[in-house]
C-alpha cells in the first residue's frame, strides 16, 4: 500500500480512483456476448462457458440428484442456519404497512408493496464460491414474494457447483440453479434462453465485466440492483484502534481479488505504521497471499490532519464497506452520508457483516454509494400507489384540476374532469353544458 501524508485535496480526486478498467474497454466482449445469447441462446451460453471457464456443459441446469447428493459438514451446516435466522430476522424487519392518507376530504390515496415477479440471483465462483450471497439474496426475495427466483453460477473446472452453494439454494428453496457465470449468465437471464428463464431484474455482485454487463441488460428493459464490481474497504482508525484487528479487516477484503481495493485511513501517521506492519506479518500466513499482494498494490494508506477531513474524504470517497475504529465514534456515525454498510468498533469485523450478523453484503462499490443503496427488503418490491375519489371528493378538487390542466394546454385532462362535474351537477352530461366550461 503506498502512503500518503495529508494529501492536498486537489488531489483528492486522482488518489481515491479504483484500480478499475474503464467500461469502454470492456463494451466490445459484452456486446459480443450479448448478441450471440440473444440470437443462439443455449447454444451461444455453453461456448461462451467452454471458453471462460474451461468446461464443457450439456446441461446447464442443476439437476434434483446434483442438489440431493451435496454434502457439507454438520459445522458448516449450522453455521448456515445461524446465518439464515439472523439475516431472516433483519430482512423481515424492514417490511412495512401500507401508508394509507385522506389528502383532503372524499380523496384518498395509499401505497402498497408487491413483489417483482421474476428475478435472477448472479452468485459468483471463480477463486471463490461465495455461498453467502445466495442466503443475502435468495431469504429477501423469498420474504417479498417473488414466485420465479432464477439462480445462475460459474461451474468449476470439472463442470459441478461447489457443495455448499447446493446446500444454501436448497435450504433457501431455489429450484432454478444453472452452471453459467460471468457475461453469459446475465445475457441469459436478460433474454431467456431454450433452458434459462428471462427475468425482470437482476442481482448480485461479480467482476468488471459482471457489473458492465448487467449495466448493459438495462438496455434491454431489466432492471439491476446496483453496480456492484469488485470489493472495497475504507478504514478509519485512531489510536483506539488494535493494529492487527485492523489489519485482519484491510486483508479479508484484499484476499476477494487483484482488483479489490482497501483504504487505510487516520490521523496519525504512527498509527498507520503499525498497522502495515501488521499488514505484513498477516499476509504471509494466508492461503490466498499471492491475490491479496496484488490487491495491496492499487490500494493506498492516507494520513489526514482532523476527523472531520477524514469525514470529507470518506464521503468523497463513498466506500462500499466503512470501518471506524475512533475515539469519536458518534461523531463518524452522524457525519457518514456516502457507504454501503458502516462496520463500528475493534470488535465489528467487516466478516460479521458478509456472513451471519444479519445485514445485507450486497452493496454498491466504486462510489456508488453516493446514489444507491444495498441490496434489502424493499429491492425486490415495487411500491404500487392507489386512489379512490368520492363525489364530494371530485368537487373540492376537480376545479383546481381543471385549472391546471387549462395551463398546460391539456384539454382533454381538463374534459376527464369537467365530465365527472357536469355528471355530479346535472345528473348527467350534455353536450352544451360540455361546451359551456
Not at 441469459?188 to 457489473?211: C, D, L, R, S
Not at 494466508?286 to 490487491?295: H, S, V
Request: net charge neutral.
Amino acid at each position: 500500500m503506498k502512503k500518503y501524508i495529508n494529501p492536498k485535496k486537489s488531489a483528492w480526486p486522482q488518489l481515491l480512483q479504483r484500480p478499475t478498467r474503464a467500461l469502454n474497454d470492456l463494451e466490445t466482449t459484452i456486446s459480443e456476448i450479448f448478441s450471440e445469447v440473444q440470437r443462439k441462446g443455449d447454444i451461444a451460453v455453453a461456448t461462451y462457458t467452454q471458453k471462460f471457464d474451461g468446461v464443457t456443459i450439456n446441461n446447464s441446469q442443476v439437476s434434483e440428484e446434483e442438489i440431493n447428493a451435496a454434502t457439507i459438514s454438520e459445522a458448516l451446516k449450522k453455521a448456515i442456519l445461524l446465518a439464515k435466522d439472523n439475516i431472516e430476522t433483519f430482512h423481515k424487519a424492514q417490511k412495512t404497512a401500507t401508508v394509507r392518507v385522506e389528502t383532503m376530504p372524499g380523496v384518498v390515496c395509499w401505497q402498497e408493496k408487491r413483489p417483482i415477479k421474476k428475478v435472477g440471483l448472479y452468485i459468483p465462483g471463480g477463486t471463490a464460491p461465495l455461498f453467502s450471497t445466495i442466503l443475502m439474496l435468495a431469504i429477501p426475495a423469498k420474504l417479498a414474494g417473488c414466485t420465479e427466483i432464477v439462480l445462475c453460477t460459474p461451474p468449476s473446472k470439472d463442470g459441478t457447483i461447489h457443495p455448499a452453494i447446493l446446500f444454501t439454494a436448497a435450504l433457501c428453496g431455489i429450484t432454478k440453479l444453472y452452471k453459467v457465470g460471468g457475461v453469459q449468465a446475465i445475457s441469459a437471464m436478460t433474454f431467456g434462453t431454450e433452458t434459462i428463464p428471462a427475468v425482470y431484474k437482476i442481482f448480485g455482485p461479480g467482476n468488471q465485466f459482471v457489473t458492465a454487463a448487467k449495466q448493459r441488460a438495462t438496455n434491454y428493459g431489466v432492471a439491476i440492483d446496483m453496480p456492484a464490481g469488485p470489493s472495497e474497504l475504507l478504514v478509519f482508525a485512531d489510536e483506539t484502534a488494535i493494529p492487527a484487528f485492523v489489519a485482519s479487516d484491510l486483508l479479508s477484503q484484499a484476499e476477494h481479488g487483484i482488483d479489490s481495493q482497501v483504504m487505510l485511513v487516520s490521523t496519525s501517521e504512527i498509527v498507520l505504521n503499525n498497522i502495515m506492519i501488521e499488514v505484513e506479518t498477516q499476509l504471509d500466513k494466508l492461503p490466498r497471499k499471492e491475490i491479496a499482494k496484488q490487491a495491496l498494490l492499487g490500494s493506498k494508506s492516507i494520513v489526514v490532519s482532523s476527523e472531520e477531513e477524514a469525514i470529507e474524504l470518506i464521503n468523497q470517497y463513498a466506500p462500499e464497506h466503512c470501518t471506524i475504529i475512533a475515539k469519536k465514534e458518534a461523531f463518524f456515525v452522524q457525519n457518514i452520508q456516502n457507504a454501503g454498510s458502516v462496520f463500528i468498533g475493534n470488535y465489528t469485523p467487516e466478516s460479521a457483516g458478509d456472513y451471519a450478523s444479519g445485514t445485507n453484503h450486497t452493496l454498491p462499490t466504486n462510489g456508488y454509494s453516493k446514489q444507491y443503496s444495498g441490496v434489502n427488503l424493499d429491492s425486490f418490491l415495487k411500491s404500487v400507489t392507489f386512489q379512490k375519489i368520492s363525489e364530494k371528493g371530485i368537487e373540492a378538487l376537480g376545479p383546481f384540476i381543471e385549472i391546471m390542466a387549462d395551463a398546460e394546454g391539456l384539454q382533454a385532462h381538463k374534459n376527464a374532469v369537467s365530465l365527472r362535474l357536469a355528471s355530479i351537477r346535472n345528473n348527467a352530461p350534455t353536450r352544451e353544458t360540455l361546451n359551456n366550461r
